[in-house]
């Protein structure tokens, strides 16, 4: 089976624009989160999405958005960037079968700088 | 809320060294523990998990054993190589609240030296 992917896996934006990264999860997996790491802060949750539908959501502005289609493809939206939203963005994916105790299959991630 | 401590880093190693690094957890319930593994320039490679308490999880020669009464998940490995050179995430995931929720340490950069 193919691994979750990411696309792009680079972008370059300046403050204020917006973009969307997009992550296909492995086949068959139903749920899909995003992480954002920084040198900073680590590894920190952004949402997860099952089924089209979000399930929980961490601890950032709103600017931060995402969705989830019928085939399980996910995308996330950063509007109005700001330079502390550079970071590597990472996709994860999970069958949703057994919760809680499901390996979470992560993809190579984005690299977002914004100048 | 829950939270998951790591040793800080770096950690220097010769070849064929005994490996050790630290992380205990806070969390309500019975939560799944895992270690994760990221490469330079990679995404995280899940390394092992443990699902309840005294789970030994193991792969690649790495272990790390669910230890409730300690809420510590070590993760060791009997002789390191150059190849394993990369950063270790502790993490967490509580279903109770019905999310795939990981939480993660701030990850221990091992480097080992020929």
């Known amino acids: 089976k193919a691994g979750v992917t990411q696309t792009p896996r680079y972008l370059i934006k300046t403050r204020g624009q917006q973009v969307t990264l997009s992550c296909s999860p492995i086949?068959?997996?139903?749920?899909v989160s995003w992480y954002q790491q920084t040198p900073g802060q680590g590894l920190q949750f952004l949402f997860e999405?099952?089924?089209?539908?979000?399930?929980n959501k961490g601890n950032f502005p709103g600017r931060f958005s995402g969705r989830q289609f019928s085939n399980s493809r996910s995308e996330m939206n950063v509007s109005t960037l700001e330079l502390g939203d550079s970071a590597l963005y990472l996709c994860a994916s999970t069958p949703g079968i057994s919760e809680g105790t499901d390996t979470q299959y992560f993809g190579p991630g984005t690299r977002l700088t914004v100048l | 809320g829950d939270s998951v401590t790591q040793m800080e880093g770096p950690v220097t190693l010769s070849e064929e060294a005994f490996l050790t690094i630290n992380c205990t957890y806070t969390a309500t319930g019975y939560p799944s523990l895992f270690w994760y593994v990221q490469y330079p320039g990679e995404g995280l490679q899940l390394l092992l998990k443990?699902?309840?308490?005294?789970d030994k999880g193991s792969n690649k020669g790495f272990e790390a054993t669910y230890r409730k009464e300690t809420t510590s998940f070590h993760l060791e490995k009997g002789s390191v190589q150059v190849s394993d050179s990369a950063v270790y995430f502790c993490?967490?995931?509580?279903?109770?609240?019905?999310?795939?929720?990981?939480?993660f340490g701030t990850g221990t950069l091992l480097a080992v030296q020929p």
């Open positions: 443990a699902t309840k308490a005294d």
């Open positions: 086949s068959g997996h139903r749920s």
């Open positions: 999405y099952f089924s089209e539908t979000q399930r």
């Open positions: 993490a967490l995931l509580n279903y109770g609240g019905a999310t795939n929720k990981l939480i």
